[in-house]
């Protein structure tokens, strides 16, 4: 795979590996990049569509926010993650795949259509 490089704080950060995760409507980037000295870190963005304004004059930003994760803390954070999953899951059950949602612009299926000529 071809390193993707982008600009950050003035110099590249290297892009390793790359994954994306679609969710509703949020969007999560997964990168593993490098730092200057070598050393490889993930990144996790999650990124939401913000829907502002009328229907007929959508205004659509994004809200992002961003972790970044050293590679001396996988380990417990890893950890610390599975045990926040097991108590979700004991609580709650497995989580059931989540059903794509409409955008703002699908129409229902019982949406009534008129057509005007002008």
């Known amino acids: 795979m071809e390193t993707d490089k ?4 003035g110099r590249e950060a290297e892009i390793l590996f790359s994954r994306t995760v679609k969710a509703g409507q949020r969007i999560y980037y997964i990168d593993v990049k490098q730092n200057r000295r070598g050393e490889m870190y993930l990144s ?14 959508p205004q659509v930003s994004y809200e992002k926010h961003k972790i970044f994760l ?23 059950g497995e989580a059931p795949e989540r059903p794509p949602r409409p955008s703002w612009n ?9 057509d005007l000529d002008f």
Do not use: W
Request: aromatic share 10%.
């Open 70 to 92: 050293f590679h001396e803390d996988f380990k417990k954070f890893g950890e610390a993650l599975q045990e926040a999953f097991g108590f979700v899951n004991e609580k709650q």
């Open 6 to 9: 982008k600009m950050t704080d």
């Open 44 to 57: 996790v963005t999650e990124s939401k569509k913000m829907l502002s304004g009328s229907q007929e004059m």
């Open 106 to 114: 699908d129409e229902p299926d019982d949406a009534i259509k008129i």
